[in-house]
C-alpha cells in the first residue's frame, strides 16, 4: 500500500505532474523497498549499539516487538552487511573479532599514556551515516591532544581505502616525523590489514590497537562521534554520499575545529588551542637499547 499523499488523490497528482499513474506505481514499487530496507538497518543499528551483548536471534526478537516482519536470517545478512557482528560481547568470554581476519593485532601503546603535545597519538575509528535509501560511512582521524579532526572521509562502503582516505588526509595535514607518533584505533580489519599497516610504516608512525571488549580505550575518538551525532547527524535527511559529505565536512571543519568550545581544552576550540601550543618536532618514541 502507498503512504498517504495528502489530500490529492494519486490520480490528480498525476495528471498534475504530467504522468501516467502506472510509470507512478513503477516507480515507487522500485524505491519503497529500498526505503524500507534502509529504515530497518537504521533500527538495527541502534539496537545492536544499546544491546552490546546481544545476538542476531535476540535482536530479531526486539525488531518483531517494535513491529517489523523479519526473520533472523535477514537480520544475520544485514548485521554481516553493516559489520555488526564484531559488536557481539558475553562476558568472560573472548571476542571474536581477532578471528574475523589474519592480518597482525598489535598491542595497545596508548594505554596510560600521557600526552603532552600535538601529533603524539592520532586516534580513528568509524561510524555509519544513515541516507535516504542507503547507509554511508564515516571515517575519521583526531589528534588526541587537541581533539582536532586532522583527517575524515565519507564513502559508501567499509573498504580499507575509507580508512586509508582519512589517514591521507590526516598526513598531507601535519606532515610527521619519522618515529613522532602513535597511531590508535579499533581491532578493525580496515586498520589491520596491509593497505593502512604500511602506509603507516612508509611515515614511521606506530600502531596501537584497543584491547578486546574496552571501547574506552578509543574515548576520545568515541566522544568525537557521539558530539557529531547528536550536534550534525541527527534530525538530519542525507539524500546521497555526497550530501552527508558536504554537511559533515562543513561541520569538521568550519564549526568542530574552528567555533565548538572543549571544556578539555579551557573551553577553547581546536584550531585555537593548537594555537596556543608550541609544536614539537623531533622521534619521540626512540627503539629500546639494545644491552
Known sequence: MTPPQGVLSIERMCGLAGVSRASYYRHWRQVAPRREQTELR????????????????????????????VNHKRVLRLMRTDNLLCLRRRAFVPATTDSRHAWQVVPNLARGMQVTGLDQLWVADI????????FAFLAVVLDAFSR???????????????????????????????????????????YACAEYSALLAAHGIRPSM????????????????????????????????????????????EIYNRQRLHSALNYLAPADFEATVTPVRGPRWPEPAVP
Open 210 to 253: 584497543s584491547r578486546i571488549g574496552s571501547p574506552y580505550d578509543n574515548a576520545k575518538a568515541e566522544s568525537f562521534m557521539s558530539t557529531l551525532k547528536r550536534e550534525e547527524v541527527d534530525g538530519r535527511a542525507y539524500r546521497t554520499a555526497q550530501d552527508a559529505r558536504h554537511s559533515i565536512g562543513r561541520f569538521i571543519e
Open 42 to 69: 537504521d533500527v538495527l543499528q541502534r539496537l545492536a549499539v544499546a544491546h552490546r551483548h546481544y545476538g542476531y536471534r535476540r535482536l530479531n526478537a526486539l525488531l518483531r516487538r517494535e513491529g517489523w516482519a
Open 148 to 190: 582536532r579532526v586532522i583527517g575524515w572521509a565519507v564513502e559508501v562502503h567499509l573498504r580499507a581505502a575509507l580508512a586509508v582516505a582519512a589517514l591521507q588526509m590526516a598526513l598531507a595535514a601535519r606532515h610527521p616525523q619519522s618515529g613522532q607518533v602513535i597511531h590508535h584505533s579499533d581491532r578493525g580489519v580496515q
Open 127 to 134: 561510524t555509519y551515516l544513515r541516507l535516504l535509501e542507503e
